[in-house]
Nanobody
Framework: QVQLVESGGGLVQAGDSLRLSCAASGLTFSNYAMGWFRQAPGKEREFVAALSWSGENTHFADSVKGRFTISRDNSKNTVYLQMNSLQPEDAAVYYC????????????????WGQGTQVTVSS
């Protein structure tokens, strides 16, 4: 079955960086666009970034533009989210997800989801 496993979360200080990874299995990874979403306590899940299957097209939430980058290694079935200049408002559980048709920012378009990895940012 399809599995997405996120890793790389942790506790950092404001201004620090983290790189999240999402390893996929059970699917033809290169057929899918990949997205990252996050959810903070008491808030709805929100879009963070997405990357086309080829890696050529990206889409970012305004709140992370210029600070976060997204990349993928199709040979490793893995997508990455590099997060720089982290702020307390970036603290959340981060999820990766697959999307077959494009780089949507709406969660409803995504098919498979990981279990999430916690990112905590202290001020």
């Amino acid at each position: 079955q399809v599995q997405l496993v996120e890793s790389g979360g942790g506790l950092v200080q404001a201004g620090d960086s983290l790189r999240l990874s999402c390893a996929a299995s059970g699917l033809t990874f290169s057929n899918y666009a990949m997205g990252w979403f996050r959810q903070a306590p008491g808030k709805e899940r929100e879009f963070v970034a997405a990357l086309s299957w080829s890696g050529e097209n990206t889409h970012f939430a305004d709140s992370v533009k210029g600070r976060f980058t997204i990349s993928r290694d199709n040979s490793k079935n893995t997508v990455y989210l590099q997060m720089n200049s982290l702020q307390p408002e970036d603290a959340a559980v981060y999820y990766c997800a697959t999307e077959v048709s494009g780089i949507a920012s709406t969660a409803a378009f995504y098919d498979y989801w990981g279990q999430g990895t916690q990112v905590t940012v202290s001020s």
